[in-house]
């Protein structure tokens, strides 16, 4: 298939350092508050880069929890591929790709694990359904069919049911440490807007990029 004629015509609206604000998670911040008042399904989906040791990346997407000036978070099956990679290689990146407003941030650092304390809170915030779910897929794994895990899960909902449902210890969550920002402004004839920001000991430093 010749996908030539799909070419996407950029607005005007540009994006200048002088426009950017010094932090890049103040920068971020804004950027996502746009985003979920431009009504973007699920503005917090996020794609996720890891790579084993034989050097071979992966990518999927996950959803955005939480974020502040310490980093963002996500979590998951601490036995899937990607915690097995992360594992490895604690270096991972991030892509949000808000197309309709004409912007990418992309982000690299480092992952460490949140603290149980912190884990457990928002696991209590997950509908019970999403609760028990954790507890009956073993991500990452091979399975014979579907109805084996639809069985798994209702044989949980029997264990659980009256019940709270606790944190399983293979699940938690996960802190990216950036270490770089790129905030991605589409414009016409494709001469994209750039801005990175690097981190440099405990200040970040700001730079223009070619598209």
Same mark, same amino acid.
């Given at each position: 298939?010749?996908?030539?004629?799909?070419?996407?015509?950029?607005?005007?609206?540009?994006?200048?350092?002088?426009?950017?604000?010094?932090?890049?998670?103040?920068?971020?911040?804004?950027?996502?508050?746009?985003?979920?008042?431009?009504?973007?399904?699920? #503005?917090?989906?996020?794609?996720?880069?890891?790579?084993?040791?034989?050097?071979? #990346?992966?990518?999927?997407?996950?959803?955005?929890?939480?974020?502040?000036?310490?980093?963002?978070?996500?979590?998951?099956?601490?036995?899937?591929?990607?915690?097995?990679?992360?594992?490895?290689?604690?270096?991972?990146?991030?892509?949000? +790709?808000?197309?309709?407003?004409?912007?990418?941030?992309?982000?690299?650092?480092?992952?460490?694990?949140?603290?149980?304390?912190?884990?457990? +809170?928002?696991?209590?915030?997950?509908?019970?359904?999403?609760?028990?779910?954790?507890?009956?897929?073993?991500?990452?794994?091979?399975?014979?069919?579907?109805?084996?895990?639809?069985?798994?899960?209702?044989?949980?909902?029997?264990?659980?049911?009256?019940?709270?449902?606790?944190? #399983?210890?293979?699940?938690?969550?996960?802190?990216?440490? #950036?270490?770089?920002?790129?905030?991605?402004?589409?414009?016409?004839?494709?001469?994209?807007?750039?801005?990175?920001?690097?981190?440099?000991?405990?200040?970040?430093?700001?730079?223009?990029?070619?598209?």
């Amino acid at each position: 298939m010749n996908l030539d004629n799909i070419n996407h015509p950029y607005s005007e609206k540009g994006l200048s350092k002088k426009e950017t604000l010094p932090s890049p998670f103040d920068q971020f911040d804004l950027w996502f508050k746009d985003a979920t008042q431009a009504d973007i399904i699920e #503005p917090n989906a996020m794609t996720l880069s890891t790579v084993d040791t034989k050097g071979q #990346p992966s990518s999927r997407t996950v959803l955005l929890k939480s974020y502040n000036d310490e980093g963002l978070v996500f979590f998951t099956n601490y036995e899937s591929l990607k915690a097995q990679q992360m594992d490895q290689n604690p270096k991972v990146a991030l892509l949000f +790709a808000w197309l309709p407003l004409n912007r990418q941030v992309r982000i690299e650092g480092k992952v460490q694990k949140t603290s149980t304390t912190e884990s457990e +809170a928002y696991f209590k915030t997950r509908p019970r359904g999403s609760q028990i779910g954790a507890w009956a897929s073993q991500q990452s794994q091979t399975i014979e069919s579907r109805e084996e895990l639809q069985k798994k899960f209702k044989n949980l909902e029997k264990e659980y049911e009256g019940k709270n449902i606790p944190l #399983p210890p293979f699940w938690g969550g996960y802190r990216v440490i #950036p270490e770089k920002f790129e905030f991605w402004q589409g414009r016409r004839n494709r001469l994209h807007d750039r801005i990175l920001y690097k981190r440099t000991g405990q200040n970040w430093e700001q730079f223009r990029l070619c598209p």
